[in-house]
């Protein structure tokens, strides 16, 4: 069975740096793009951002572009999120993707094949 498990997640000052990852498992992951969703409390789940199979197509929400940084590594079957210079609206829980394509632009939830269960982060201002 198919499975992502984030980790990384935790509670820090705005400013402050976190590193988030994404094991993933029970499929061949790096054969299709990945990426990063997050939901902060009464809002809509939102693209972050998403990373080709290869890793050489990235792309970022406009809200999180220069701060965040996405990666992957395929031999370990886990992907990141770089998160520096943290702000409070980044407050939210953050949800590993996977698609069924190896890359796409801007996906929507409705394209995600496979879920995190997700991990809370909570910036304080």
């Known amino acids: 069975q198919a499975q992502l498990v984030e980790s990384g997640g935790g509670l820090v000052q705005a400013g402050d740096s976190l590193r988030l990852s994404c094991a993933a498992s029970g499929r061949t992951f790096s054969r299709y793009a990945m990426g990063w969703f997050r939901q902060a409390p009464g809002k809509e789940r939102e693209f972050v951002a998403a990373?080709?199979?290869?890793?050489?197509?990235?792309e970022y929400a406009n809200s999180v572009k220069g701060r965040f940084t996405i990666s992957r590594d395929n031999e370990k079957n886990t992907m990141y999120l770089q998160m520096n210079s943290l702000k409070s609206e980044d407050t939210a829980v953050y949800y590993c993707?996977?698609?069924?394509?190896?890359?796409?632009?801007?996906?929507?939830?409705?394209?995600?094949?496979?879920w995190g269960q997700g991990t809370q982060v909570t910036v304080s201002s």
């Open positions: 993707a996977a698609f069924g394509v190896p890359r796409i632009s801007r996906p929507s939830t409705s394209e995600v094949d496979y």
């Open positions: 990373i080709s199979r290869s890793g050489v197509s990235i």
